[in-house]
């Protein structure tokens, strides 16, 4: 698995970060499981060059945390609201942002990987829309 | 350098595609300029996580300068026009007599902006929605203001023909009409100037402009490559953000102390309600109805009937892990209302060193009393109808972007002269959102296309 905007290691952190909020559950596949990191240039390659390279540093770091420290951040950056003021409240909300925007984007986004075979999660959560041309 | 256009305009959306069509037709040379991608309804993305990444700025969307708010703002041809819902609402009198009082400009009435109105809404296909056409999620939000005493309206909607008899559902939209059905910019303006022999150039980002005399030149970049067009006359039509950015990079700042000043958005906060049987809100017509309470317009609020696909809808939630994937698994049973309210025009908009937008925007007192006040009655409605459980997104986001650069007689608290000229300039205008002197509290998408018309008769005159 490669990519033209991310390192290996910040895949991995990816991969890591996603299965923490997408873990999978009866019938629905991990973020992993289905693989979707494997097209995530798809959609970051639109992204300002600026915002890729910062998420490339915090997903490599998010591939070496300790688990305890990524809880302890998720915690944070799902909990934190638009009312809270501060430096470090506005980072966990760019954080909110940003990563489950692609996470979300990805795992919804009809982009299973390569190599995964199960049900489609749109499928599972009975997410169909009919297109007539 | 290219050739000497009559007019350049920048931005193809709401008002970019009617000043360059009507200018087109009236002989003038044309260029608009774009920078989303050209597409076509066969080639619109067609799953939301494509869609956001190609068709939006900041690829999905831009946050405040402390991320307490998202901004959505098309790239695209056709702007915002493709990736909204197509709504046509004129003002009423509460909106533009607040807009003449704040800015000095008589011609914001009613009567003085109806043939405008009129003239635009002959250009469009207009449909105001009927009960036939309400899914369930509309059923809800209807059942829920009826079992509680408020007042509710069909919408009118630019598009012609939506293919719903033959079982089209209408969410796909959101990602541009696939039926070329929705009367967006591209559609009804764009694609017919190309015919008349407008030229379109896409993919180019315009940086910065410069008045040289005579002329207008365009500073722009196109895949890192530096171009530059002139014309007799600019208009720029790039929206609230777009024209600002624009603006404010051309050093007009310290010659304008309104620049970048009086941004509003209209901030909306979804809630999504959970019944036993299955809605199914992202078939069908995809928003039909909205609140038309008389108590509400002077609280400063409205409510919409709306929803959004999977990977919007689960970045609405705060959930993580299995309490994500209980949630999802509802998908099917929930429906979706907001409250959407009138803010002050509090909000700044500045470009940084690296030439990049920081939008400062903060809910105001006032805001705050607006929302809460909307969210009591939106909740009394969905549990009214029967929700089992009403979720509150935490996130807010911005989907009207106005001011900025507005119009006004004041050169103390506006930019642009109430003949649309930048102040001080005769061949440079400004003609989109960014003019609003504050927000309407309405759809602002027809009223910027009447303001366009408005000005296209002008230019076309003389």
Redesign the interface.
Known sequence: MTSEYFSPRALRGLNRIGD??????AG?PSFSEYGCSEKVD???????A??IATLNTVLAVMAVAPTAVLRWL?ERM??V???Q?GTI???M??LN?GL??IL????????AGSQYTGPD??E????Q????? | MSETYDYIIVGSGTAGGLLAYNLTQAGARCLLIEAGKNFRKETFPRLEGDASAQMYWGGGFELSHDASMAFLRGKVVGGGSIVNQGLMDRFDEVAFDDWRAESGVDFFSLAAMAPYYDAVEAKLALHTFTAVERNQNAEKFVAGCEACGYEWKYLRRGQADCGLEEGNDCIGCLNGCHRDSKQSSMVVFVRPAEALGLELVTETEVEWVEPAGEVVRVHASQAGTAKTYQARRLILSGGALGTTAVLLRSGFKPRYPALGKYFASHPQFMFFAIYDEEINAHQGYFQTVNSKDPRFRPRGFKLENVFAGPASSALLFTGYGRAHHEIMRQYCHMACAEVAIRDENAGEIEVGKNGRLAIKKQLTDQDRRRMKDGTAVLKEILAASGARQVIESPLYFGLHLMGGSRMGTDPATSVVEPDYKLRGFDNIYVCDSSLYPNAPGINPALTVMALSQRLSEQLTRS
């Open positions: 923490m909020l997408i873990p999978g559950d629905l798809d959609l970051v390659a639109y992204a300002p600026e915002d998720i799902t909990a609201t638009p009312d003021s409240a506005s980072l909300r760019q942002f489950r925007g979300f984007s990805l795992y919804y986004g009809e982009k999660p749109l599972v959560i009975g997410y829309v009919r297109r007539v041309e």
